[in-house]
């Protein structure tokens, strides 16, 4: 808007200097005769009317850029606010059209049963209701272990990858004779980089809730339904999945079960598991994974239960010894870090085991369609029961790219 301004603001000039040139020739020309004069006027006339355009079109731009000033003015001072998906899915066009019962069917917006009835969710429509629905199994987690994997969206239902199967090794002088000029014309060194390719499906994953169609009219408790159940429980697969997914029907192959990553494994027979033991097992994965020059590890997956003995592990003199302030602290939502790695907690990972690895090279998510609801009453005999199926799913498939950038590990001891 700065340059269009400009750009007016030199047109004027430049008329404005054509328009007092022309009204000089005007003027010399008094004497002269009457079509020349007549000529200049109409050039004259013609002039003014162009500045007056070009003055109008810079206030124009003026208001444009000041009201642009004023909303970014404002923009500093309000938080920007980010819709929820059950907002959208309220505000949708499709959802006032199901109802306004102008339609049956709700497309794509992204969610078990829901009735009026005592043995399901209660009195589900009353005459006056807490819009706040209260979720029955904790909170959101505040990092997921989809979170740590880069996603690229794909548009077919299956995904082609190179799988590196070989580390990397370093560069090496030309020749091993020494002086000046003794490494000329001789062959440098080969190295064999071996990849494999593999084909990874893009798996459905997906669940739905069957409820009355009264819940429709019910704006706010559908929408804290979708937010803190469909929505929540993809979450939930995904982690399940991407760790522990055995690669069967169209389950994805997680990471946990890929025959390639590192493993170091249990501790050795007869040693006594702690906290600091725990922390060290932790370390040595990260030096496995640095050993085939992974260095960035980013992300250690835990069980809550193994997170909660390592931070509540004290060293002789009482002190915590992963986080020496902890229980005073007044910090919050901040990401747990060990070994200076942000720790994903999840009750996908199974109590006594491990994960973590540079989750930026290692692996990605092939995103062929993002979470998304769907409603419909034609399923089953819904449509003469006043029912409608509230359907949550989303398509991904997960690609190991380089097993050798994770590795997994134990808190558990050997046995002899």
């Known amino acids: 808007m700065d340059k269009e301004l400009k750009e007016l603001l030199e047109k004027l000039e430049k008329a404005q200097s054509e328009r007092k040139e022309a009204q000089e020739l005007l003027e010399k020309?008094?004497?002269?005769n009457s079509s020349d004069v007549k000529e200049l006027k109409t050039a004259l006339e013609a002039k003014d009317a162009e500045i007056a355009k070009l003055n109008e079109a810079i206030k124009s731009a003026d208001e444009i850029l000041k009201g642009l000033q004023a909303d970014i003015k404002r923009g500093f001072n309000q938080k920007n606010e980010t819709k929820s998906a059950g907002e959208c899915f309220i505000a949708s066009e499709q959802f006032k059209s199901a109802q306004s019962k102008k339609?049956?069917?709700?497309?794509?917006?992204?969610?078990?049963?829901?009735t009026g009835v005592s043995t399901?969710?209660?009195a589900l429509v009353n005459p006056y209701r807490d819009p706040e629905v209260y979720r029955y199994v904790g909170g959101y987690r505040p990092l997921r272990v989809r979170d740590l994997i880069p996603s690229i969206p794909v548009t077919t239902s299956s995904v082609e990858i190179m799988r590196m199967t070989t580390g990397i090794t370093p560069a090496s002088p030309q020749g091993t004779a020494s002086g000046v000029g003794a490494g000329e014309f001789v062959a440098k060194s080969e190295k064999n980089l071996i990849f494999s390719l593999v084909t990874v499906p893009v798996a459905t994953i997906a669940h739905w809730i069957p409820a009355s169609r009264q819940v429709l009219a019910d704006a706010p408790q559908l929408q804290g339904i979708i937010n803190t159940e469909l929505i929540y429980g993809l979450d939930l697969a995904s982690d399940n999945q991407l760790?522990?997914?055995d690669g069967t029907g169209q389950n994805i192959t997680g990471i946990l079960n890929d025959s390639g990553i590192n493993d170091v494994g249990q501790f050795p027979v007869g040693t006594i598991v702690d906290g600091a033991k725990m922390l060290e097992q932790i370390r040595k994965a990260i030096t496995k994974c640095q050993q085939f020059e992974y260095y960035n590890i980013t992300g250690v997956v835990l069980n809550p239960a193994d997170l909660e003995t390592l931070e509540l592990s004290r060293a002789a003199d009482g002190h915590y010894i992963l986080v020496p302030f902890a229980a005073t602290s007044d910090g919050v939502n901040i990401t747990p870090r060990i070994w200076r790695i942000p720790v994903v907690v999840t009750n996908a990972m199974?109590?006594?085991?491990f994960l973590l690895g540079d989750w930026t090279i290692g692996a990605k998510?092939?995103?062929?369609?993002?979470?998304s609801i769907r409603i419909s009453e034609s399923h089953s005999d819904f449509f003469v029961k006043n029912g409608i199926a509230i359907l949550g799913e989303e398509r991904y498939a997960?690609?190991?790219n380089r097993p050798k950038a994770f590795a997994k590990g134990s808190f558990t001891v050997a046995t002899a």
């Open 365 to 371: 998510l092939y995103d062929r369609e993002d979470a």
């Open 29 to 32: 020309s008094v004497n002269a």
């Open 103 to 114: 339609s049956n069917f709700v497309d794509t917006v992204s969610l078990k049963a829901i």
């Open 243 to 245: 760790l522990l997914g």
């Open 398 to 400: 997960l690609g190991i």
């Open 120 to 122: 399901s969710a209660g």
């Open 350 to 353: 199974p109590q006594s085991n």
